[in-house]
T-cell receptor, first 114, second 116 residues
Framework: KNQVEQSPQSLIILEGKNCTLQCNYTVSPFSNLRWYKQDTGRGPVSLTIMTFSENTKSNGRYTATLDADTKQSSLHITASQLSDSASYICVVSPNAGNNRKLIWGLGTSLAVNP | DTGVSQDPRHKITKRGQNVTFRCDPISEHNRLYWYRQTLGQGPEFLTYFQNEAQLEKSRLLSDRFSAERPKGSFSTLEIQRTEQGDSAMYLC??????????????FGSGTQLSVL
């Protein structure tokens, strides 16, 4: 069964600290892996999107890594800010250009405290 | 702001009433999607348009749901005879479908529907 599992389920860190969120997937076939940030009551916002041939991709203070062999991805947040408090969701697309069959993780809820 | 607008942001209705939501995608995007998201879950695909053609509907989309995208621009999602189980966040997303491996989705802020 196609699944995306994320850990930890929730995380609390102090402002200015770094953190790393994990994503393991068992999805086949595999086209790309995405990380989204979702604030409470808002739609998801794309952070990164990587195909199987990409190992790392950065977007400002966000850096995602992908190991297609072990089917693992991580999202590293550097120098966290209060505005980083949100849910971070890992999403795997089995097929290129097909946004109807996305496999969504349940997200990691991040709280950044002053 | 992703460039995708949804209206209204919140809707409270009584069971049995009809509701309609609107989505304005990014203007040059040819693909438009509707998703439904409940608390603690990922978005579930409902339906998909390429330009004005509705190409796919999920089995989640009962006959009480209808969606349109006239002229390939904005889209509306109507729910008739609402039920309490329809309470959810309804998300619209758009993309520039070019068959690329990395087709990025841009989501709107959603319409939060509460059926009393």
């Amino acid at each position: 069964k196609n699944q995306v599992e994320q850990s930890p389920q929730s995380l609390i860190i102090l402002e200015g600290k770094n953190c790393t969120l994990q994503c393991n997937y068992t999805v086949s076939p595999f086209s790309n892996l995405r990380w989204y940030k979702q604030d409470t009551g808002r739609g998801p916002v794309s952070l990164t999107i990587m195909t199987f041939s990409e190992n790392t991709k950065s977007n400002g203070r966000y850096t995602a890594t992908l190991d297609a062999d072990t089917k693992q991805s991580s999202l590293h947040i550097t120098a966290s800010q209060l505005s980083d408090s949100a849910s971070y969701i890992c999403v795997v697309s089995p097929n290129a250009g097909n946004n109807r069959k996305l496999i969504w993780g349940l997200g990691t809820s991040l709280a950044v405290n002053p | 702001d992703t460039g995708v607008s949804q209206d209204p942001r919140h809707k409270i209705t009584k069971r049995g009433q009809n509701v309609t939501f609107r989505c304005d995608p990014i203007s040059e995007h040819n693909r438009l999607y509707w998703y439904r998201q409940t608390l603690g879950q990922g978005p579930e695909f409902l339906t998909y348009f390429q330009n004005e053609a509705q190409l796919e509907k999920s089995r989640l989309l009962s006959d009480r749901f209808s969606a349109e995208r006239p002229k390939g621009s904005f889209s509306t999602l109507e729910i008739q005879r609402t039920e309490q189980g329809d309470s959810a966040m309804y998300l619209c997303a758009s993309s520039l479908g070019q068959g690329a491996l990395q087709e990025k989705l841009f989501f709107g802020s959603g319409t939060q529907l509460s059926v009393l």
